[in-house]
Nanobody, 123 residues
Framework: QVQLVESGGGSVQAGGSLRLSCAAS????????RGWFRQAPGKEREGVAQ?????????TYADSVKGRFTISQDNAKNTLYLQMSSLKPQDTAKYYC???????????????WGQGTQVTVSS
């Protein structure tokens, strides 16, 4: 079993930065797909950034955050990060980290999810 706990959310003005953290416990090492997702009120959940440990740390980003967000991880600390810069009001959402095993391009129902952390960007 794996537990994921996000932190680092908050309120920031447009143009500001935040760093989200996702602390993992349990068998996190075996989960080769890790990512950040977000969901705004009334909208579907969307993938923000993912990192694949079995492909030399390949990173992928949603077009809307490319060049502004960076996903990284500290394996020694079992922690996943999302550095967010040049934040925009449209980045306002609840952000979740997730991790799963297997094929990384789809999120299975067996994926582990955190409880989420709110990010609010004001103009």
């Amino acid at each position: 079993q794996v537990q994921l706990v996000e932190s680092g959310g908050g309120s920031v003005q447009a143009g500001g930065s935040l760093r989200l953290s996702c602390a993992a416990s349990g068998d996190f090492y075996s989960l080769n797909c890790r990512g950040w997702f977000r969901q705004a009120p009334g909208k579907e959940r969307e993938g923000v950034a993912q990192i694949y440990t079995t492909t030399a740390g390949t990173r992928t980003y949603a077009d809307s955050v490319k060049g502004r967000f960076t996903i990284s991880q500290d394996n020694a600390k079992n922690t996943l990060y999302l550095q967010m810069s040049s934040l925009k009001p449209q980045d306002t959402a609840k952000y979740y980290c997730a991790a799963w095993r297997g094929y990384c391009f789809t999120v299975p129902t067996s994926a582990f999810w955190g409880q989420g952390t709110q990010v609010t960007v004001s103009s």
